[in-house]
């Protein structure tokens, strides 16, 4: 019943910006800590930047200074704001939680394609 619906997504010149959106139905997420994960061809997902449920936040070295990842509990909705886009950032994006014991069946996630 628990369905993430990421969006947002889309193709850009190399130094762009996006804004990438996950709605939650079917649950309430205000008690997990949620992340971003980006996925490309042959590798696993991996978690590029979370917020807790004290809205902390934790970025991976890679998009320090460029991403921001924030969370509207009342909208049950998590979004990755992405600044200074690189073409290392390509791939496809997905949320979920952080404690794999609260982890979500995955949604489709969004395409991110960054072009130089």
């Known amino acids: 019943q628990v369905q993430l619906v990421e969006s947002g997504g889309g193709l850009v010149q190399a130094g762009g910006s996006l804004r990438l959106s996950c709605a939650a139905s079917?649950?309430?997420?205000?008690?997990?800590?949620m992340g971003w994960y980006r996925q490309v061809p042959g590798k696993q997902r991996e978690l590029v930047a979370y917020?807790?449920?004290?809205?902390?936040?934790n970025y991976a070295d890679a998009v320090k200074g460029r991403f921001t990842v924030s969370r509207d509990n009342a909208k049950n909705t998590l979004y990755l704001q992405m600044n200074g886009l690189q073409p290392e950032d390509t791939g496809v994006y997905y949320c979920?939680?952080?404690?794999?014991?609260?982890?979500?069946?995955w949604g489709q996630g969004t395409q991110v394609t960054v072009s130089s």
């Open positions: 917020v807790s449920t004290d809205r902390s936040t």
């Open positions: 979920n939680t952080v404690k794999v014991a609260r982890r979500f069946v």
């Open positions: 079917g649950a309430t997420f205000s008690g997990y800590t």
